[in-house]
């Protein structure tokens, strides 16, 4: 029994769904058209191609230079989002929890380091790997990610942590629970979303990065991540022009991002908001 | 007795306690500077050295084509920078890009944020699809509106505007793709913070001033307004310190054509250190964009330090 008014409002809100629908995806639609695009075509200036074709991605992944790099994005982003998640509960856990000096300290800095410009470290970053013999290798990149990673992780997961009733603990210990048992049955189980969530961020983060891939590393068979590989492709020949091998990678790095997004789109919304509001 | 007092006020969020530390409190502390211990190393090692590195290499003369030529030469590198034309120019460019992207999106994060709180229909696809410019990769965002835009690359704005020139050949129209490739990427960031300070307005006060007679407006502008000034605060300050040192988009946008026609500080800074290998003009570069960014957070801290903190402080 839907009046006038309501589905005039309700024609309204899926108008303004559509917009916004339409807005944020439509960059992404075109790019994807771009990559479908047969290769000689690719630059007939049309949005929709005129012949469907896979070339571009058989292309791309007949290359070693794109499966290099889409295996280093893979492999530094994962080693990077465990080793900051793993140091960062630890810190989260005690500021979230326990009573010491410094704990405000630990997070102003922590949301400091996260706000400064990562090409101020670069040169030095350059300067050093060169000498210890890190530049183009997966430490050389993982390393400088700690200085994004870090921060973003101690700050979501401290939000999250305190959020968890830790009293159960005891309880749990009352009723006869040991300390172990309390902590894997009842704490861990509440722990893990904020985890996970916090793990989430932080890869999209570290599979975002493009100062330190482009600074620090410079081939494929190195550290060179996709990012950066992206932006010094040069097709298969220098005749050829390399748009549609740019466009087929970078649906391929997209995927995963959009997949992530549709899936965990709660979690991330409430990822970002904890780490940045309530903080 | 002082000892103690001064313990107490070094403490952050203990409530007031009478007697000297007991023995557990004494192993709370010790557990928790553990348990900090290896994610505050790994932070300062990986960015306070490398900073300190940065300053000293300002101070030098380091130039890796010339190595032989290393010499402290104090402030000259700083002196360079700062009377060279190229800097205020990129400084420029980076305050107009900032300023205007940053502002463009508090409007449109606004709406955003204000859709994706009311909607009636369809809100976690809206969620979804916003959070997609969000997510994916910028090198993959500034390409798809570079592509879009460059007529050289055989972009369709080109050809469907019927343009006789490149987009990407000048410098204002430049500006614009790189502008709007920075607000469609970040507007739905600056949009989840200010969600997240729409949510704590009570429904309620709207309630009580429709009842009052309040138009949508005014009560948009006298009460939510006001409530999520914390909320606003926050996001302008994050988007402000993350537009500022713009790098990514920029570099790729203007990309296509062999002269960089906007160029921005972190891409002086990276053209100084990593193609012409000068590390101490780099380096000071470095440093003084990190200055102004650390500036900028001050400001901002400083301004509205009170709403901030007891926003970010531990309640």
Redesign the interface.
């Known amino acids: 029994m839907a009046t006038a008014a309501p589905r005039r ?2 024609l309204g ?2 108008g ?2 559509a917009g ?2 339409l ?3 439509f ?2 639609f ?2 994807l058209m ?1 990559a479908l695009k047969a290769p000689a075509t ?6 929709i191609p005129s012949k469907f074709s896979f070339e571009n991605f058989k292309g791309i992944f007949n290359e070693s230079i794109f499966t290099k790099a889409l295996l280093n994005s893979i492999g530094i982003a994962v080693i990077a989002t465990i080793i900051a998640v793993v ?2 509960a ?2 989260a ?3 979230a929890r ?10 102003t ?5 996260a ?14 790997w060169r000498s210890l013999g890190l530049y183009d290798t997966w430490p050389g990149l993982i ?2 990610y ?2 994004f990673t ?2 973003l992780a ?1 700050y979501t997961m401290s939000a999250f942590f305190r959020e968890i009733p830790w009293e159960l603990e005891q309880a749990a210990q009352v009723d006869g629970a040991t300390p172990f048992q309390a902590f894997t049955r009842v704490i861990a189980p509440l722990a893990a979303p904020g985890i996970f969530t916090t793990a989430i961020l932080v890869f ?1 983060f570290a ?2 990065d ?2 330190f891939a ?2 620090l590393t410079s081939t494929p068979s190195g550290a060179q991540t ?2 950066a590989a ?2 010094s492709f040069s097709g298969t020949s220098q005749f050829q ?1 390399p ?1 549609g091998s ?2 087929a990678a ?1 649906v391929v ?2 995927v995963p ?2 997949i ?3 899936f965990f ?2 979690r ?2 409430a990822g ?2 904890a780490g ?4 | 007795m002082s000892a103690v007092t001064a313990e107490r006020t070094a403490s952050d969020s203990a409530p007031a306690k009478k007697r000297p530390l007991s023995e557990r409190a004494k192993a709370e502390r010790k557990l928790g500077w553990m348990l900090c211990a290896p994610a505050v190393i790994v932070m300062l090692a990986v960015t306070a050295y490398p900073i300190g590195y940065s300053v000293f290499l300002s101070l030098q003369r380091a130039d890796l084509r010339f190595p032989g030529r290393n010499a402290f030469i104090g402030l000259d590198n700083y002196v360079s920078v700062l009377s060279s034309s190229r800097w205020w120019q990129d400084v420029l460019h980076t305050v107009l890009i900032t300023v205007v992207s940053v502002s463009f999106e508090l409007v449109i994060g606004m709406l955003l944020a204000l859709v994706m709180h009311r909607a009636l229909v369809g809100r976690g696809l809206v969620r979804t699809s916003a959070l997609i410019p969000y997510g994916i990769v910028t090198v993959v965002a500034a390409f798809a509106w570079r592509l879009a835009f460059s007529k050289a690359e055989g972009g369709f704005v080109p050809s469907v505007l019927h343009l006789s020139y490149d987009p990407l050949g000048k410098t204002w129209t430049t500006y614009l793709v790189a502008i709007l490739a920075e607000i469609w990427k970040t507007t739905p960031f600056m949009a989840l913070l200010l969600l997240a300070g729409l949510a704590l307005v009570p429904d309620e006060l709207h309630e009580a001033a429709k009842v009052d007679g309040a138009t949508a407006w005014q009560r948009f502008w006298r009460i939510t307004i006001p409530l999520m000034k914390p909320a606003i605060l926050v996001a302008l300050l994050f988007r402000t310190l993350d537009a500022f040192r713009i790098f990514d988009s920029v570099f790729i946008i203007t990309g296509s054509t062999h002269v960089r026609s906007v160029e921005t500080l972190s891409i002086l800074g990276y053209n100084e250190l990593l193609n012409r290998l000068n590390l101490g003009l780099g380096s000071a570069v470095s440093v003084l964009l990190f200055i102004m960014v650390a500036f900028i957070a001050f400001l901002f801290v400083k301004g509205f330090g009170t709403s901030m903190a007891s926003q970010r402080g531990e309640g």
């Open positions: 409002k309700l809100w899926i303004i769904d916004v629908l807005v944020s995806l960059p992404v075109w790019i771009l690719v630059s007939d200036g049309r949005i140091l960062a630890m810190a856990y005690a500021i326990l009573d010491f000096p410094g704990k405000t300290l630990i997070l800095a922590a949301l400091a380091i706000m400064f410009p990562p090409i101020s470290i670069v040169g030095p970053l350059y300067d050093m390393i400088p700690m200085t870090l921060p101690i999209i599979w975002n493009f100062v482009n600074s996709v990012p992206l932006s022009v748009t740019i466009a970078a790095v997209t991002i959009i992530i997004v549709m789109q709660r991330i919304v970002l908001t940045a509001v309530k903080g």
